[in-house]
């Protein structure tokens, strides 16, 4: 098995949707993304193995997203591209796929990315307007491509937006995640807490300027628009709950990812086809693992990393402790909290995770330390990439040691993988 380096990454600020890319799809933000790695790492009208790209929100016309931006990208138009989905942990699902095909020297380079937008939704209308069209449609007549429409009434014109439902127990994640958040006697105090210490970080990195080689600006935008380095423990106090309306709900709007648009990639290489090209090696990912959970009836939502980050450790022969890093997705600060509770859980390790004892603490200031999600922003597709892209950051620039992420994804599942420093 090769070796698999992280070469660089890239990615646009994120930013509020409605906002700055308010006229922006996803193609664009590809687009842009990609190009830049393409004049980065100096690959105009280079082949390379293969790219593996995605998004969670998508229009009908974002059919081949992959190949079309990898066809907008300044790369050899004979470089081959597919589209992925996995929720949120899209983007880092496609590196693991790419990784796996570097590995097993399949191909010896590959870029793997995401993209999101909420300010482009796709909007579709009901089913019923939708059966009149192609009633019509199929009509071989003059009568019958017209007597379909007169079944047409104004209700049908009413718009249907994507929503975050999941199907199987008819609950947004935020209402899902509520649940775990009570379960797990969380306190709104501790989530507050936690949002404040997300801003502190990320503007913190902004202003030493740690991103500053890891953002491309775009649309007049230099840095994450998200980040509040002005936000207090009595603001965050002040917002309401969101998702639970009683005066038990505790996840309000600032303590959650704001629904955010923005696009980010990877560069991943075989060791000799970086040096033979005089690139670097940030890091190279070591291991990886995908897990489910039956959130209908026995899980919370949002818990399946607890689970995948377990297995991966027993894999890799290592503790919990064995990180410099954490970079763990906060898709709400009660998703990270809960986790890091059940890893301290005898009964929880010793029932779900079938452990001899818990995996017990880690060290907060190793965790998200350039800001997480809910400071920086969560385009779906994109937050896996982008933390893939922090975390090799960090471990060049010490020089050794490892990283882990974790991404906790829609459907129950939960991506995770382990960085080593090159």
Known sequence: MRPVAIVGSVRIPFARSHTAYSQCSNQDMMNKVLSSIVDRFDLKGQGIGEVSLGAVINHSKDWNLARESTLSSGLSPETPAFSIQRACGTSLSAAIII???????????????????????????????????IESARGKTLTQKIKPWLNLRPRH????????????????????MEQTAKQWQLSRK??????????????SAQEEGFYDDLIVGYKGLLKDNNVRADTSLEQLAKLNPVFDLSKHGIMTAGNSTPLTDGASAILLATEEWARERGLPILAYITHSRTTAVDFISQEGLLMAPAYAVSDMLKEADLSLQDFDYYEIHEAFAAQVLATLKAWKCENFCSERLGRDAPLGTIDDKKLNVKGGSVAIGHPFAATGTRILGTLAKLLNQKGSGRGLASVCTAG???????????
Request: charged share 20%; glycine share 8%; hydrophobic share 40%.
């Open 99 to 133: 990784s796996a095909k570097i590995s097993t020297g399949l191909i010896d380079a590959g870029i793997a990315g995401g993209t999101d937008t909420i300010s482009d939704l796709p909007i579709v209308y009901p089913e019923a307007y939708r059966s009149i069209l």
């Open 190 to 203: 501790d989530l507050d807490a936690f949002a404040y210490q997300s801003h502190r970080k990320a503007a």
């Open 412 to 422: 129950g599942m939960g991506v995770t993988a382990i960085l080593e420093a090159s």
């Open 157 to 176: 014109f009413k718009p249907t937006y994507p929503s975050v439902i999941e199907p199987r127990t008819n609950l947004s994640m935020g209402e899902s």
